[in-house]
């Protein structure tokens, strides 16, 4: 079945008998329920306006809570009130007409002109805004009518209602006279449809009352009622309206009516929108100002973005995840609490009948919930009904299964930046309460494990099952779009690991090799590369030779040293990596070859073989790299950082005397020896010359530290594979903190009129400690005054990255919504929906898909080649 | 014409990728038999990866350029290479970009000399003497004399001649840019003597004359003269921008003179131009920070900013507030006005774009939810 679809939605103004004729209520009292707490006639919970309570039949349609979608009522407004949202419009239009007449204050040639321009523009869809602002420009200005030559006076508009013509001013109805003398040919030239909105619409004589299921009351636990605050507010309109339809009456005094319209005003101002700047908002009893109508359609928590562009969804659930690196990179591991809650539907045929009755009876765990009738009922299973629904079962109804193995979701966690933030994995129930994922998932979630939590949606469709499937499997997502390399791959203890296995030449006996390569499907080990009496001993490199398919690569790894000439084969450190037809000869598996973002081999997988196979790759890596990472030990505590005596010394003295070098350089400064940088003044030349020496000493402390640590140090060996942390953060640790920075200059705030940042100085002190240098390293522990500074340091940082992400979030919103309606269509071009615009005629200018390109180019040529070559021969 | 253009000629390839493959197969010299075999792989591979119809490329986009905003830096850095300016960089940067701020935080131009100024450093000072903005101070002492009402400029002789200025040419500016003065020259000096003896007045005076541009470019600040490693060449890089007095100066190659405010390359050189800043720009940005984003994406949304002639920036009032659909553009932003209007103009949302469909329960239509080939329940393939 094709779904019928909405042409369009079109928007008009109500006009004053529209609002009559949808009325179904006149509403005049402003009491609500009568003292038994029955709704009163006519009055604002008048039961013809819908109904909220369950149980009632709404004296309108019939219908129950729920069925029943509400009924408008209407409110006789006593004397017309401006609408606020028009105001200025209704300023303007008053200006661009004539006082006597009502006509646009243009000949009818001129205004002529004009419509066509709009028309014009319509027709090619482009913006019309600057014409109408043109005419109301021009005829503002006009001092007589040109149709009845009547003299015009400007109408002064003051925010947010009144209008005055020379101090005189003009009653709503005074407006609303004029507005109606305005003839329908000419409102197109101020871009107005006569067909959507008379000018003296703008002016309120009847006020729509919105259903009560648009404003339901919510009774307390008390048993009070509390009323939704449209209610209050028009509670208040008619109150004020009535006084003065009473106070009309009695003949009072001109000046007192006039100010209950100005009351009656404010009210129904506030009533549409309650931050209408010039006017304190209203306000409830508590003081808590109220939410109006404007108010409940605007902003994020609104109802256009809050409820309309997103909605709340039955079939989730949502908890904390750990790491399982034993599951595979496209399951999730469910909770059996969660596994138990939400369910899939289990459409019955006459062909699996009895599977489903199977279900019905199962009283463990992948058993049913709920049945749904053909006719809509939801009965749940229990085990008092359960033999009987399920001897009542037949094709047509809908078993509610729970959640079981092989199932497929969607796994999401915010903030969802990217398509990769909700991807589809396999069901694995699991015992305990997290979420399980493998780590190698970690990267494109941007998810780790300090108490993330994420959530899981259960497609109920075949359709969206099906989709989940084929597109947003996690092994369809292997590589990113962003930069066409693979985002999922090894992070931490696989690159560690993987390290630890593959570098040099480490022997393992046949028992180590079925250890680590347990959990693989391997039915036959390769030759043992040394056989020493009579024992067989395996490689690392052969281990991992293991799960590699057949690919031959060459590249350097990630601990390259960057020597001057590269030796490839023979380098001493064993940093340049040869695969030949799948096996690993030379070099070090670490970031450069697996892990995420980098990953050579995997990107060299997934290019030959596929999604499936590197999706296996990446499986058996995080399993061999867990076991071998086991298997020879790994830990890292603060006695990693320890350095000998020796070093300790060197680096005081690295350190000395780059603050002797400060001192020195402060002196030439100060006697105006300093040579100022072109176009830098002589302080900021002192500065940049201060940074530059305390930032090289730092960088020789580290250099010594790492000496002194050695490459068998935990700490060194995840810096250089690109596991986790780097050089510097071990630097920080081992030898010295260095310079700390705010704005990216020395401290300098503090005490400006002696300038010196602490009382622990001298004024005026320029010297690296007086200026944030911390010398220490974090293993050694700071003194109070580092301690200080590096805490100034510290809080920068934390207000950049708070800054940062409301800023960044809402550039991606902005570039989401620039850019959304965007489709590449089948002839390859680029084309905008909403107004079949052309954006690209082919997309990217090759048309080529940015996941699929070899890093940013449309093919690899040199692969293909090479392929080519081989073949020959 | 060789063989390998003929084979080259068969396939519909792009010329980026045509001119590669034939570059690599040169190198090995390949025969005709492995050429065709190469050129029909390739072409493959080609219709392999292109992109398919229906993907929200639109939407990928932008991703892909607003993920790794949270992982940018907030602050300004030097530039590259010219430690003596500070331009805007990380986050800040990308956003002024995308918002086409009429007047960037931190302008900046990369002029290029004519070969013959190029390699003349002498030459190429002079040009940078020229453009850059010289004030009264720069060149001469200022000196009020309060019992008289006047101010005595004394210029310094060596700064005056190494901006080229004389003494006449000062007295000549300030006569035409100064009101109720009289100024006087004698002994080198320059005497200003105010018609109204007040002493407001005299200082008001004295702030102007030090606002006076003299020589050069009013919105150059600074000009700094660099070698360029790589090709030997004098470069101008300057603080401030005016790029369409800068190309007019004379030893300036017009061509190769670059600012890095993208509305100004908007105005002086047009849409085209524009649209290549944008790229060039954007892509600058994200490869200082160490983020890899592919040139497409960038492209597609500098295509959407300049698609109808005119700049337009990502946002309420660009591309987002233009928008046809109410819907869309109430549920980005000033949500009730967007509804007001609608009402008065009578508009008709049509439905088509994605935020529209979302709100009224529609599958939209995109990637799956854009094909129209339906199969009838129980109807044989």
């Known amino acids: 079945m094709i779904p019928k679809r909405i042409g369009g939605i079109k928007f008009e103004v109500l006009s004053p008998q529209e609002i009559r004729r949808m009325s179904v209520a006149k509403i005049i009292t402003p009491e609500t329920y009568d003292d038994d707490g029955f709704p009163i006639e006519s009055g604002l919970m008048d039961p013809r306006l819908g109904v909220i309570d369950p149980g009632l039949r709404c004296r309108t349609c019939g219908g129950k809570a729920g069925e029943c979608p509400g009924h408008f009522g209407h409110i006789e407004l006593a004397a017309p009130v401006i609408h606020v949202g028009y105001a200025k419009l209704i300023a303007k239009l008053l200006n661009a007409t004539c006082r006597e007449c009502g006509r646009i204050l243009l000949k009818d040639e001129k205004r002529d002109e004009y419509i066509k321009q709009i028309e014009e523009r319509k027709r090619l869809n482009q913006d019309y805004e600057d014409i109408i602002k043109e005419v109301f420009r021009v005829t503002k200005s006009v001092k007589v009518c040109p149709h009845c030559g009547a003299e015009q006076i400007e109408v002064k508009f003051e925010k947010p209602t009144s209008y005055y013509e020379n101090e005189h001013k003009l009653t709503p109805k005074d407006v ?17 449809n006569p067909k959507a909105v008379r000018p003296e619409w703008m002016v309120l004589t009847v006020l729509p009352v919105p259903p009560v299921t648009v404003r339901p009351s919510i009774i307390l636990e008390t048993g009070q009622r509390s009323e939704d605050d449209l209610t209050h507010k028009l509670v208040d309109i008619i109150r004020i309206n009535q006084r003065f339809m009473d106070n009309k009456e009695g003949g009072a005094p001109q000046l007192i009516l006039e100010d209950l319209w100005e009351l009656l005003q404010y009210h129904v101002t506030t009533y549409l929108d309650n931050e209408v700047s010039g006017i304190p908002p209203a306000r409830h009893r508590s003081g808590r100002p109220l939410k109006t109508l404007a108010q409940r359609l605007k902003g994020k928590e609104g109802r256009f973005r809050g409820s309309l562009s997103g909605k709340r969804v039955n079939f989730s659930a949502r908890t904390v995840i750990s790491p399982d690196p034993n599951i595979s990179i496209n399951e999730v591991g469910v909770p059996k609490v969660v596994a138990e809650e939400l369910t899939v539907p289990f459409y019955v045929t006459d062909k699996n009948l009895d599977e489903a009755r199977e279900l019905v009876l199962r009283t463990e765990h992948p058993k049913a919930n709920y049945i749904i009738r053909p006719d809509g009922r939801r009965i749940r299973v229990l085990d008092t009904n359960r033999e009987e629904l399920a001897e009542k079962l037949e094709p047509g109804m809908i078993v509610e299964r729970q959640l079981m193995d ?88 696989h690159i560690s690991g993987l390290y630890l296995l593959t570098r040099g030449e480490k022997l393992f006996n046949r028992r180590e090799v079925m250890t680590i390569i347990k959990p693989l499907n391997i039915e036959e080990l390769p030759k043992p590369k040394y056989v020493k009496d009579g024992v067989e001993y395996w490689t690392g490199k052969q281990i991992f030779s293991m799960i590699l398919p057949d690919i031959s690569i060459e590249f350097k790894a990630e601990i390259c040293q960057g020597c001057e000439e590269c030796k490839k084969e023979n380098c001493e450190f064993d940093a340049y990596v040869v695969i030949k037809r799948g096996e690993l000869i030379k070099g070090t598996i670490d970031e450069k070859a697996v892990g995420a973002f980098k990953g050579i081999v995997l990107d060299e997988i997934i290019r030959k073989y596929g999604k499936e196979r590197a999706k296996k790759f990446i499986d058996d890596m995080t399993h061999i790299a867990i076991r071998a990472i086991m298997y020879t030990g790994f830990s890292f505590g603060i006695s990693d950082e320890d350095i000998p005596e020796e070093a300790v010394e060197q680096i005081h003295e690295v350190i000395a005397k780059a603050e002797e070098k400060v001192e020195k350089l402060i002196e030439a400064y100060r006697k105006g020896e300093l040579e100022p940088m072109p176009g830098r003044s002589l302080e900021e030349t002192l500065e940049m010359k201060i940074m530059q020496v305390l930032g090289k000493a730092r960088d020789q402390a580290g250099k010594i530290a790492s000496r002194f640590l050695g490459m068998d140090n935990s700490a060194v060996i995840m810096a250089v594979s690109g596991a986790r942390g780097s050089m510097l953060n071990l630097t920080q640790m081992a030898a010295c903190i260095g310079q700390q920075s705010v704005r990216g200059e020395r401290i300098k705030r503090g005490y400006s009129y002696t300038n010196r940042t602490l009382p622990h100085f001298k004024p005026g002190d320029l010297g690296a400690k007086a200026r944030g240098f911390v010398r220490s390293s974090y293993k050694e522990g700071l003194s109070p005054v580092e301690y200080f500074f590096h805490a100034m340091g510290g809080r920068e940082g934390l207000v950049d990255t708070a800054v940062r992400t409301s800023q960044s979030g809402y550039l991606q919103r902005r570039l989401i919504n620039a850019l959304q309606d965007l489709k590449v269509e089948y002839d390859g071009t680029v084309k905008e929906q909403t107004s079949d615009m052309l954006v690209q005629f082919r997309y990217g200018e090759d048309g080529v898909d940015p996941t699929k390109s070899f890093r940013g180019k449309a093919i690899d040529v040199k692969r293909i080649i090479k392929e080519v070559m081989e073949e020959g021969n | 014409m060789t063989t390998l253009d003929k084979i080259l000629d068969e396939y519909p390839l792009p010329l980026s990728v045509k001119e590669e493959i034939k570059k690599e197969l040169e190198k090995i010299n390949a025969s005709e038999d492995i050429a065709r075999k190469v050129v029909e792989r390739c072409y493959q591979v080609y219709l392999r990866n292109l992109m398919e119809p229906g993907e929200a490329a639109g939407i990928v986009a932008a991703q892909s350029i607003g993920e790794p905003g949270t992982q940018m830096t907030m602050r300004t850095f030097h530039y590259a290479g010219v430690a003596e300016i500070d331009v805007t960089l990380g986050l800040p940067r990308l956003i002024e970009i ?16 004519l070969p013959e100024y190029a390699t003349d450093k002498e030459k190429a000072t002079e040009i940078a003497n020229k453009i850059e903005a010289t004030y009264i101070l720069d060149v001469a002492d200022l000196a009020t004399d309060i019992r008289r009402m006047r101010i005595i400029v004394t210029p310094d002789e060596k700064a005056m001649s190494k901006k080229g200025l004389s003494v006449d040419e000062v007295k000549k500016k300030i006569e035409k840019s100064l009101k109720n003065v009289e100024v006087a020259e004698g002994e080198g000096k320059i005497v200003i003597q105010i018609t109204e003896p007040s002493y407001k007045v005299l200082m008001d005076t004295l702030d102007k004359l030090k606002k006076l541009v003299l020589a050069g470019i009013k919105e150059i600040r600074r000009v700094i003269v660099r070698k360029d490693e790589e090709s030997g060449e004098y470069v101008l890089y300057t603080e401030g921008s005016n790029l369409k007095k800068v190309m007019k100066v004379k030893g300036v190659d017009a061509s190769r003179t670059i600012t890095n405010n993208i509305y100004e390359i908007y105005e002086v050189l047009g849409i085209e131009a524009a649209r290549n800043a944008v790229i060039r720009e954007a892509i600058s940005t994200l490869e200082e920070q160490g983020l890899e984003v592919n040139v497409r994406h960038i492209m597609l949304v500098a295509d959407v900013m300049t698609v109808d002639g005119e700049l337009r920036q990502i946002g309420r009032h660009g591309v987002a507030g233009e928008k046809q659909s109410i819907l869309a553009r109430a549920a980005f932003e000033m949500t009730v006005n967007n509804l007001l209007e609608a009402a008065v103009r009578g508009d008709v949302d049509r439905l088509k774009g994605i935020t529209e469909n979302i709100i009224v329960g529609q599958p939209i239509k995109l990637g799956t939810g854009d094909v129209e080939l339906v199969l009838k329940l129980g109807s044989k393939l």
């Open chain 1, 176 to 192: 609303r006279e004029r507005l109606e003398k305005i003839p329908d040919e000419d409102l197109p030239a101020f871009g107005m």
């Open chain 1, 406 to 493: 092989g199932d497929i979701v969607l796994f999401n966690r915010q903030p969802s930046l990217h398509r990769m933030s909700i991807m589809a994995h396999y069901v694995r129930v699991l015992p305990y309460k997290t979420f399980r994922l493998n780590p190698a998932v970690c990267p494109p979630y941007n998810a780790d494990f300090d108490g993330d939590e994420m959530n899981l949606h259960v497609p109920q469709s075949l359709e969206a099952q099906a989709e989940a499937k084929i597109l947003m499997a996690v092994q369809e997502h292997i590589l990113s779009p962003r930069f066409g390399g693979p985002i999922i791959g090894g992070i931490h203890d």
């Open chain 2, 98 to 113: 995308l918002d086409v701020r009429k007047n960037p935080s931190t302008p900046m131009m990369t002029v290029r000399l």
